[in-house]
Protein backbone atom coordinates (compact mmCIF):
# COMPACT_ATOMS: atom_id res chain seq x y z
CA UNK A 1 0.00 0.00 0.00
CA UNK A 2 1.11 3.51 -0.68
CA UNK A 3 0.15 6.39 1.17
CA UNK A 4 0.85 9.73 0.16
CA UNK A 5 -0.06 13.24 1.48
CA UNK A 6 -1.73 16.16 -0.93
CA UNK A 7 1.55 18.23 -1.45
CA UNK A 8 -0.83 21.32 -2.18
CA UNK A 9 -1.44 21.40 1.90
CA UNK A 10 2.33 22.34 2.36
CA UNK A 11 1.13 25.32 1.19
CA UNK A 12 -1.02 26.25 3.46
CA UNK A 13 1.47 24.79 6.04
CA UNK A 14 5.00 23.60 5.06
CA UNK A 15 5.54 21.99 8.42
CA UNK A 16 2.51 19.79 8.40
CA UNK A 17 4.05 16.48 9.48
CA UNK A 18 1.38 13.33 9.26
CA UNK A 19 2.80 10.17 11.32
CA UNK A 20 1.95 6.36 10.46
CA UNK A 21 2.29 3.39 12.54
CA UNK A 22 1.04 0.11 10.64
CA UNK A 23 0.97 -2.55 13.37
CA UNK A 24 0.96 -6.59 12.58
CA UNK A 25 -0.31 -9.56 13.93
CA UNK A 26 -1.99 -7.78 16.78
CA UNK A 27 -4.58 -8.86 19.10
CA UNK A 28 -7.38 -6.32 19.96
CA UNK A 29 -9.52 -7.59 22.97
CA UNK A 30 -10.68 -5.75 26.22
CA UNK A 31 -8.14 -3.39 27.75
CA UNK A 32 -6.38 -5.04 30.58
CA UNK A 33 -6.64 -3.75 34.22
CA UNK A 34 -3.29 -1.81 34.11
CA UNK A 35 -4.88 -0.07 30.88
CA UNK A 36 -8.04 0.84 32.53
CA UNK A 37 -6.33 2.07 35.98
CA UNK A 38 -3.73 4.17 34.22
CA UNK A 39 -6.36 5.98 31.61
CA UNK A 40 -8.72 6.33 34.96
CA UNK A 41 -5.90 7.47 36.76
CA UNK A 42 -4.41 10.03 33.65
CA UNK A 43 -8.10 11.66 33.08
CA UNK A 44 -8.53 12.20 36.77
CA UNK A 45 -5.38 14.19 36.93
CA UNK A 46 -5.64 16.24 33.64
CA UNK A 47 -9.05 17.18 35.04
CA UNK A 48 -7.76 19.23 37.94
CA UNK A 49 -5.22 20.52 35.57
CA UNK A 50 -7.60 21.65 33.44
CA UNK A 51 -8.87 23.86 35.93
CA UNK A 52 -5.77 25.58 35.96
CA UNK A 53 -5.37 26.18 32.31
CA UNK A 54 -8.78 25.51 30.01
CA UNK A 55 -8.58 23.55 27.01
CA UNK A 56 -7.93 25.93 24.23
CA UNK A 57 -4.74 27.33 26.15
CA UNK A 58 -3.04 23.29 26.09
CA UNK A 59 -0.53 23.99 23.68
CA UNK A 60 -1.21 20.86 21.22
CA UNK A 61 -5.19 21.53 21.33
CA UNK A 62 -4.24 25.50 20.78
CA UNK A 63 -1.55 24.67 17.77
CA UNK A 64 -4.27 22.20 16.08
CA UNK A 65 -7.47 24.47 16.40
CA UNK A 66 -4.82 27.28 14.51
CA UNK A 67 -4.31 24.69 11.80
CA UNK A 68 -7.69 23.78 11.72
CA UNK A 69 -8.82 27.34 10.92
CA UNK A 70 -5.85 27.43 8.27
CA UNK A 71 -7.40 24.94 6.18
CA UNK A 72 -10.77 26.50 6.14
CA UNK A 73 -12.61 25.00 8.89
CA UNK A 74 -14.36 26.65 12.09
CA UNK A 75 -12.56 25.27 15.11
CA UNK A 76 -15.51 26.14 16.97
CA UNK A 77 -18.12 24.65 15.33
CA UNK A 78 -16.03 21.54 14.15
CA UNK A 79 -13.79 20.75 16.72
CA UNK A 80 -11.16 18.28 16.06
CA UNK A 81 -11.20 14.79 18.22
CA UNK A 82 -8.27 16.02 20.78
CA UNK A 83 -10.15 18.67 21.64
CA UNK A 84 -13.34 17.07 22.17
CA UNK A 85 -12.13 14.02 24.09
CA UNK A 86 -10.41 16.62 26.39
CA UNK A 87 -13.92 19.16 26.90
CA UNK A 88 -14.88 15.65 28.17
CA UNK A 89 -12.55 15.22 30.62
CA UNK A 90 -12.74 19.13 31.81
CA UNK A 91 -16.59 18.10 32.08
CA UNK A 92 -15.74 14.89 34.42
CA UNK A 93 -17.44 12.83 31.61
CA UNK A 94 -14.58 10.77 31.29
CA UNK A 95 -13.68 7.91 29.09
CA UNK A 96 -15.01 4.38 29.57
CA UNK A 97 -13.22 1.88 27.94
CA UNK A 98 -14.00 0.40 24.98
CA UNK A 99 -11.39 -2.39 23.74
CA UNK A 100 -7.55 -1.75 23.48
CA UNK A 101 -7.27 -0.30 20.28
CA UNK A 102 -9.30 2.24 20.63
CA UNK A 103 -8.32 2.86 24.76
CA UNK A 104 -5.02 3.26 23.74
CA UNK A 105 -5.61 5.44 20.81
CA UNK A 106 -7.64 8.13 22.58
CA UNK A 107 -4.64 7.80 25.85
CA UNK A 108 -2.17 8.69 23.09
CA UNK A 109 -4.62 11.30 21.90
CA UNK A 110 -5.59 12.82 25.54
CA UNK A 111 -1.23 12.57 26.29
CA UNK A 112 -0.03 14.01 23.36
CA UNK A 113 -2.27 16.65 22.11
CA UNK A 114 -2.77 15.54 18.99
CA UNK A 115 -5.70 13.98 16.94
CA UNK A 116 -5.19 10.37 15.86
CA UNK A 117 -7.37 7.71 14.09
CA UNK A 118 -6.95 4.41 13.99
CA UNK A 119 -8.15 1.85 11.68
CA UNK A 120 -8.62 -1.98 10.31
CA UNK A 121 -6.27 -2.44 7.24
CA UNK A 122 -8.44 -5.09 6.07
CA UNK A 123 -11.24 -2.61 6.01
CA UNK A 124 -9.46 0.18 3.30
CA UNK A 125 -9.15 -0.81 -0.76
CA UNK A 126 -5.74 0.18 -2.50
CA UNK A 127 -4.25 3.41 -1.41
CA UNK A 128 -4.38 5.97 0.73
CA UNK A 129 -4.05 9.94 0.41
CA UNK A 130 -4.24 12.46 2.77
CA UNK A 131 -5.79 15.45 1.68
CA UNK A 132 -9.14 18.25 2.36
CA UNK A 133 -12.33 17.68 1.96
CA UNK A 134 -14.44 19.40 -0.55
CA UNK A 135 -18.69 19.59 -0.52
CA UNK A 136 -18.87 15.99 -1.27
CA UNK A 137 -16.54 14.73 1.37
CA UNK A 138 -18.46 12.57 4.28
CA UNK A 139 -18.89 9.55 5.66
CA UNK A 140 -21.23 7.68 8.70
CA UNK A 141 -19.14 8.60 11.33
CA UNK A 142 -18.70 6.85 14.63
CA UNK A 143 -20.77 9.11 16.35
CA UNK A 144 -23.75 7.38 14.66
CA UNK A 145 -24.51 10.58 11.80
CA UNK A 146 -23.33 11.50 8.34
CA UNK A 147 -20.02 14.01 8.91
CA UNK A 148 -19.21 16.50 6.12
CA UNK A 149 -15.57 16.99 5.64
CA UNK A 150 -15.31 20.16 3.76
CA UNK A 151 -12.52 22.06 4.10
CA UNK A 152 -11.23 19.07 6.94
CA UNK A 153 -7.75 17.10 6.54
CA UNK A 154 -9.11 13.66 5.39
CA UNK A 155 -8.16 10.18 4.65
CA UNK A 156 -9.02 8.65 1.59
CA UNK A 157 -9.10 5.42 0.13
CA UNK A 158 -10.76 3.77 -3.77
CA UNK A 159 -13.43 3.36 -1.65
CA UNK A 160 -13.79 7.21 -0.43
CA UNK A 161 -12.88 9.24 2.86
CA UNK A 162 -12.76 6.68 5.79
CA UNK A 163 -10.95 8.82 8.33
CA UNK A 164 -10.14 12.76 9.79
CA UNK A 165 -9.06 14.59 12.84
CA UNK A 166 -12.42 14.81 13.06
CA UNK A 167 -14.45 12.11 13.30
CA UNK A 168 -13.73 8.75 12.25
CA UNK A 169 -15.94 6.34 9.69
CA UNK A 170 -17.81 3.59 10.86
CA UNK A 171 -16.14 1.36 7.53
CA UNK A 172 -12.56 1.08 8.66
CA UNK A 173 -13.41 0.39 12.43
CA UNK A 174 -11.09 -1.43 14.54
CA UNK A 175 -12.96 -4.24 16.03
CA UNK A 176 -11.93 -7.44 18.40
CA UNK A 177 -11.39 -9.27 14.71
CA UNK A 178 -8.89 -6.83 13.62
CA UNK A 179 -5.18 -8.11 13.75
CA UNK A 180 -3.48 -5.64 11.16
CA UNK A 181 -4.03 -1.74 11.68
CA UNK A 182 -2.95 1.57 10.41
CA UNK A 183 -2.84 4.73 12.78
CA UNK A 184 -2.61 8.22 11.46
CA UNK A 185 -0.80 10.79 13.92
CA UNK A 186 -1.91 14.38 13.03
CA UNK A 187 1.34 15.56 14.49
CA UNK A 188 2.10 18.79 15.76
CA UNK A 189 4.19 20.64 12.93
CA UNK A 190 6.18 22.78 15.38
CA UNK A 191 7.58 19.35 16.45
CA UNK A 192 11.25 18.63 14.78
CA UNK A 193 11.28 15.17 13.37
CA UNK A 194 13.35 13.92 15.68
CA UNK A 195 10.58 14.19 18.27
CA UNK A 196 7.77 13.25 15.99
CA UNK A 197 9.63 9.98 15.68
CA UNK A 198 10.11 9.48 19.25
CA UNK A 199 6.44 10.15 19.96
CA UNK A 200 5.76 7.36 17.61
CA UNK A 201 8.16 4.71 18.98
CA UNK A 202 6.74 5.14 22.44
CA UNK A 203 3.33 4.83 21.03
CA UNK A 204 4.17 1.85 18.82
CA UNK A 205 5.87 0.47 21.93
CA UNK A 206 3.14 0.30 24.24
CA UNK A 207 0.26 -0.49 21.95
CA UNK A 208 2.53 -3.68 21.13
CA UNK A 209 3.15 -4.06 24.93
CA UNK A 210 -0.80 -4.47 24.93
CA UNK A 211 -2.15 -5.96 21.70
CA UNK A 212 1.26 -7.81 20.87
CA UNK A 213 2.73 -7.68 17.53
CA UNK A 214 4.63 -5.41 15.64
CA UNK A 215 5.04 -2.08 14.28
CA UNK A 216 6.52 -0.02 11.96
CA UNK A 217 6.51 4.01 11.43
CA UNK A 218 6.99 6.74 9.34
CA UNK A 219 6.66 10.23 8.79
CA UNK A 220 4.85 12.26 5.61
CA UNK A 221 6.38 15.52 5.49
CA UNK A 222 7.07 18.22 2.79
CA UNK A 223 10.40 15.87 2.37
CA UNK A 224 8.67 12.85 2.37
CA UNK A 225 5.08 13.41 0.73
CA UNK A 226 4.96 9.59 0.06
CA UNK A 227 5.52 6.48 1.94
CA UNK A 228 4.92 2.08 1.03
CA UNK A 229 4.04 -0.45 3.81
Not at 46 to 51: D, G, R, S, V, W
Not at 59 to 88: C, Q, T
Amino acid sequence: MNISINELLFETNNQLKIGIIHYTKIVVSESPQMIKGRMQLFQENLFFELQETPVTERPGISEWRKVWKSFGADPNRYRHSAESLMRRVAKQNYLSPFHSGVDLNNFFSLQYEIPIGIYDMEKLQGDVTITVGDEETGYEGLNGRFNSLKNILCSKDETGAFGSPFVDSKRTAVTEDTTEALQVFYLRPSLDEQECDELLQAAGKMFCQVSGGEYKTSILSSTVPNISI
